[in-house]
């Protein structure tokens, strides 16, 4: 009897760990699924608008600098899971992605897979890039390939167990990666249809703006209804109408200029850092945003 | 001086000198002023530099004033006895990192101080004096005030 039972034991243990393994398995993109077309000449102007609106800097820049353009990494985000130390993403070929192909970025981007086959954690939002267009991917890998080379890699995450194991992303990816590309509402404006494009997908403001569950994940129903700041410290508020309806579009389009609120009020934490990049972008993209942003309904 | 202009100086005194005592009772409520005010100087000026409003010397140097009264002040506006309350935005790390809070209040006044004559000058030194400020708010915000809930 005792016999059986270590055998159904191990069986059970053999099959357990079999599925976990193919389960989390980390996804493997050929470059012919990817490069379409085939051969692309980057425009390095939209590479630069998707690195503002992409708020790459805002964790990527070498801390205690003032140039956004030096991604060395090495910021640490603490979170519940552990601290976050985030990489070099700058042109050097050792330390940070000047080695890396077009396929090797578009799949880290699109499915948090390393160039060596790893799975990315969801600190980094590819959540939010992965709805992002294979053309402004491949502008904006352009575009990074051109800023500085910095030496110098950030030391590994210090996770709590089991989130120090990286394959248990590959079930929080079965469980909570959404939908792949961005989907147009054919019923709205071309305008509305720019902003909800870049407030969901390169923008990525849900990740901060939204709450999480315990296990990370944006919680779908609240998304834009306020969450904690990626810092640790403090609140990031409601951006519904729900809470901001007596903001006029106009006024979504001003913060996204000057950081000035109607209220005469003036935007503070990591949000400083995001409208130092929006200020960048063309007024018919923060125009576009805005008009996004003043038709989202509030919580249900 | 007369009679009236006395009584109107004593007058004076005595609200600056409740003022005085405000801000040490209440440092919260006063640093929430001063930073109003800030913002209320920075959209005056703003409208300038966009041509919704006249270019104004006097307006553009009292903001400036302002500017430097508050940074002045900054430093002495967060005892350890104001860090909740009131729904004050400031972060904990201000008290946690007080050398280098003081030294971004001191490095707002003197961009504020380094650039009021040009922003005075005219409208074209006003457009390339305010960006400046603006950093320097922003580099203080950015580590040391909380999101509006």
Same mark, same amino acid.
């Not at chain 1, 306020?226 to 403090?234: D, H, I, K, L, R």
């Not at chain 2, 919260?28 to 919704?52: D, H, S, W, Y």
């Given at each position: 009897?005792?016999?059986?039972?270590?055998?159904?034991?191990?069986?059970?243990?053999?099959?357990?760990?079999?599925?976990?393994?193919?389960?989390?398995?980390?996804?493997?993109?050929?470059?012919?699924?990817?490069?379409?077309?085939p051969t692309h000449t980057p425009n390095l102007e939209n590479g630069r608008t998707m690195f503002l609106i992409g708020g790459c800097s805002s964790c990527h820049a070498t801390p205690k600098q003032d140039d956004a353009t030096r991604l060395g990494g090495g910021l640490a985000l603490p979170t519940a899971f552990g601290t976050f130390h985030v990489p070099n993403i700058s042109s050097d070929a050792k330390d940070g992605l000047g080695g890396w192909n077009e396929t090797q970025f578009i799949t880290a981007m699109r499915h948090g897979v390393s160039p060596s086959g790893q799975h990315?954690?969801?600190?980094?939002?590819?959540?939010?890039?992965?709805?992002?267009?294979?053309? &402004?991917?491949? &502008?904006?890998?352009?575009?990074l390939k051109t800023l500085p080379a910095i030496s110098g890699a950030a030391p590994d995450h210090a996770l709590k167990f089991p989130f120090s194991i990286r394959r248990t992303v590959g079930l929080w990816k079965l469980l909570f990666l959404g939908d792949m590309q961005f989907k147009p509402d054919p019923a709205q404006s071309a305008q509305w249809n720019r902003g909800a494009y870049l407030v969901n997908a390169p923008g990525h403001c849900a990740e901060c703006h939204s709450p999480r569950n +315990? +296990?990370?994940?944006?919680?779908?129903?609240?998304?834009?209804?306020?969450?904690?700041?990626?810092?640790?410290?403090?609140?990031?508020? &409601?951006?519904?109408?729900?809470?901001?309806?007596d903001w006029k579009a106009e006024d979504f389009a001003e913060v996204l200029d000057s950081g000035m609120t109607p209220d005469s009020d003036r935007v503070g934490g990591a949000m400083v850092d995001v409208v130092a990049n929006t200020r960048q972008l063309s007024s018919a993209d923060r125009e576009a945003m805005a008009v996004y942003l003043k038709s989202l309904g509030g919580a249900k | 001086m007369g009679r009236p202009a006395g009584a109107a100086l004593a007058a004076a005194f005595l609200v600056l000198g409740a003022g005085a005592v405000i801000a040490q009772s209440d440092p919260?409520?006063? $640093?929430?002023?001063?930073?109003?005010?800030? @913002? @209320?100087?920075?959209?005056?000026?703003?409208?300038?530099? $966009?041509?919704?409003?006249?270019?104004? /010397?006097?307006?553009?140097?009292? /903001?400036?004033a302002q500017w430097t009264d508050t940074a002045q002040k900054l430093p002495s506006l967060f005892p350890d006895n104001s860090k909740s309350g009131q729904k004050t935005r400031a972060a904990p790390k201000i008290w946690t990192s007080k050398v280098d809070f003081d030294e971004k209040a001191a490095a707002f006044g003197k961009v504020v101080a380094d650039n009021r004559d040009k922003a005075k000058?005219?409208?074209?030194?006003? $457009?390339?004096?305010?960006? /400046?400020?603006?950093?320097?708010?922003? /580099?203080?915000?950015?580590d040391y005030r909380l999101a509006k809930q």
């Open positions: 009897m005792l016999r059986r039972l270590l055998v159904l034991a191990i069986a059970a243990l053999v099959i357990g760990v079999t599925a976990f393994w193919y389960l989390t398995t980390p996804e493997a993109i050929s470059p012919s699924a990817v490069l379409v077309p990315l954690y969801p600190a980094f939002p590819y959540t939010s890039y992965r709805m992002m267009r294979t053309e &402004d991917l491949r &502008d904006l890998f352009a575009y +315990l +296990l990370g994940a944006i919680i779908a129903s609240r998304r834009f209804t306020g969450g904690q700041s990626p810092t640790g410290q403090g609140g990031v508020p &409601d951006i519904t109408q729900g809470k901001l309806h | 919260i409520a006063t $640093r929430m002023g001063l930073m109003k005010q800030n @913002e @209320e100087n920075a959209i005056a000026v703003v409208r300038m530099m $966009r041509g919704q409003a006249p270019f104004d /010397a006097a307006k553009v140097d009292a /903001a400036f000058g005219s409208l074209d030194g006003l $457009r390339a004096a305010v960006p /400046a400020i603006g950093n320097a708010c922003d /580099a203080c915000h950015k």
